[in-house]
């Protein structure tokens, strides 16, 4: 990513904080965020050594281009516990193919990513036309259909004002040079001249971990603000968080005839759901309008073999649309917030889960690593 180097006066940080937190839907927490975005360009990451609260993958470009580097990155991102993002370089061709092109690649990490449109000049004959608004627009509405995630959108600062794009969904690009930048800047160049979400300050930041040359960018915002833009709205995201006895860790138990169970939430009347029935490793699990699909059956398998839900022993949850897969915490998260994913069965602690029988026909689902319990954010509603 290269925008285009303005200069503006600099104002304080804290006067970029009021404005986003004067933006309608925006809550943001002051302390933010730091994180970098990559893509081929980077060639072999180790993700896991580089200090990063979030790191933004590139997947895709234009109608066909998907980067070989993507499902490897995006991995061990999750893999690392740190938070995900994922982009499409837009070259302006027909949206709805662009779009496909996105969704298609992104469909296994809905849930868990945010998800970004990089708008450049650079192959894209849409830029900086009376049609860049209008394009945008449908791209991000088509994202958000198919995956009930809006897309934050990547700009040089120069065009931020031309594309229709709201103040707590822009991601600016703005440099005051290219020299080398070492470390995070805890107050960045041109901080707080104008509300965004996120800045990208360097293209040529250093970072312990990684010997070249890095985009550094700064989230305004708390880790639980990052996830809810990552959510998919068409259900509600799971997590791990301490027990607290309310109807979010509540889950009606139904014996299907098959021997699985489905398991739906007592505050929210939502199915514990494999996001579009995915049977890919890292898949995001949430809570969806029951449907009775395979996505929304579990089989319950006791550490050891067979079906006893009685049992003291702990459990695992075998989701029946991806058999092999097991109910599992994100990165084996011990922490408030940890993301649930189906991933390979791999007989961890992150993968167990102890039954809480509460006698009315519904369960607790503890987790043997973290002693926390499975929990609908926000209770779903």
């Not at 896991?48 to 499902?71: H, L, N, Q, W």
């Not at 160049?189 to 979400?197: D, F, Q, R, V």
């Amino acid at each position: 990513m290269d925008p285009t180097i303005t200069r503006r006066s600099f104002v304080g940080g804290s006067a970029l904080l009021a404005a986003l937190l004067a933006t309608p839907g925006m809550a943001l927490a002051s302390s933010g965020l730091d994180g970098i975005d990559i893509s081929g360009a980077q060639g072999y990451i180790d993700i896991a050594s580089v200090p990063a609260d979030f790191v933004i993958v590139k997947a895709t470009e234009g109608t066909t281009f998907t980067s070989d580097y993507f499902v490897r990155d995006a991995d061990a991102v999750l893999a690392a516990g740190k938070l995900l993002g994922i982009y499409h370089y837009a070259r302006g061709n027909i949206v709805a193919h662009e779009v496909t092109n996105f969704v298609n690649a992104v469909g296994p990490y809905v849930g868990q990513a945010v998800l970004a449109l990089d708008w450049e000049s650079g192959y894209n004959s849409v830029f900086g036309t009376s049609a860049q608004t209008e394009w945008i627009a449908e791209f991000c509405a088509g994202v958000k259909a198919q995956t009930g995630v809006e897309p934050i959108v990547y700009v040089q600062a120069s065009e931020k004002d031309a594309i229709g794009v709201d103040a707590s969904r822009l991601w600016v690009a703005q440099y005051p040079d290219y020299g080398t930048v070492w470390g995070y800047e805890d107050n960045p160049w041109n901080e707080g001249a104008y509300p965004c979400l996120m800045r990208q300050y360097t293209s040529s930041g250093r970072l312990d971990g990684y010997s070249g040359a890095l985009d550094l960018d700064r989230f305004y915002g708390s880790r639980a603000d990052w996830l809810a833009l990552a959510r998919d709205t068409r259900g509600a995201a799971v997590q791990l968080y301490d027990g607290n006895a309310t109807d979010a860790q509540r889950w009606v138990v139904t014996h299907n005839d098959d021997g699985s169970v489905t398991l739906t939430a007592t505050s929210c009347g939502l199915a514990l759901d494999v996001a579009g029935a995915r049977t890919a490793s890292g898949t995001a699990v949430q809570v969806h309008t029951p449907n009775g699909s395979a996505a929304q059956r579990w089989l319950v398998r006791t550490v050891g073999g067979g079906y006893n839900p009685e049992s003291a022993r702990p459990i695992e949850l075998e989701p029946e649309c991806a058999p092999g897969l097991r109910l599992d915490c994100i990165g084996a998260g011990l922490g408030d917030g940890t993301g649930i994913q189906i991933y390979g069965s791999n007989g961890s602690n992150a993968q167990r889960w102890t039954i809480l029988d509460h006698g009315d026909g519904t369960w607790t689902l503890v987790n043997v690593g973290s002693s926390k319990a499975l929990d609908v954010v926000g209770g779903g509603v």
